[in-house]
């Protein structure tokens, strides 16, 4: 089914925990979103474009937003893995940048993705098989970027940051950065601004 609302741009009414309210000619659309499009988006008042999802049910529709188009591309991949719905693929999008995503999966890093709730081992395996070869093979320089950004990862844990606060830092760290210690350095201020 091609979608019916493929993107909404208009001015940000209100934010929730989970949610943006987006008026658009006077029509206030509620659109789930990550924690990272909740937090890196305008004020109130301010215009704001997401790519988005209709999900269709019985019972209601919801919109899910993104601000980027491959992170779009990704949740529909994901929520057409039988068990997995939209909460859990977005809960899946919420535990770190799609670049260490991709890897996690394509490293068949089972643990990464049972960190998100309601996805237990043999849902995270399901991802794992469906999507491995979409992913394509890691070579080891891709492999020891992933490990790099898990060591990231708990070195900001350690040092008092959320998971959320440390998972968000690392996906502002430039591309170009290598190493733990200089993304650890990178995170680091960008945290600290």
Do not use: C
């Not at 779009?72 to 719905?85: D, H, R, V």
């Not at 770190?96 to 890093?109: F, H, M, R, S, V």
């Not at 968000?168 to 760290?173: D, F, G």
């Amino acid at each position: 089914m091609e979608p019916m609302i493929a993107s909404v741009e208009g001015k940000i009414k209100m934010k929730g925990d989970k949610f943006l309210i987006v008026d658009t000619g006077g029509i206030g659309h509620k659109i789930f979103v990550l924690p990272s499009v909740l937090k890196n988006s305008p004020k109130n008042g301010e215009n704001f474009h997401l790519w988005t999802h209709l999900r269709v049910k019985e019972d209601a529709l919801d919109l899910y937003g993104f601000a980027q188009y491959p992170e779009l591309q990704f949740f529909e991949t994901l929520i057409q893995i039988s068990g997995i719905g939209p909460k859990s693929a977005m809960g899946i999008l919420s535990i770190a940048p799609l670049d260490t995503l991709k890897k996690a999966i394509a490293a068949g890093e089972v643990s990464y993705l049972t960190k998100v709730s309601g996805v237990g081992r043999k849902t995270a395996e399901k991802v794992i098989i469906e999507l491995r070869d979409k992913m394509g093979e890691l070579d080891e320089a891709g492999k020891a970027m992933f490990k790099d950004d898990q060591s990231v990862l708990e070195a900001l844990v350690s040092l008092g940051y959320s998971n959320t606060e440390a998972r968000e830092a690392l996906k502002q760290v430039p591309d170009g950065t290598t190493g733990v210690n200089a993304r650890i350095k990178e995170a680091l201020k960008i945290l600290g601004k």
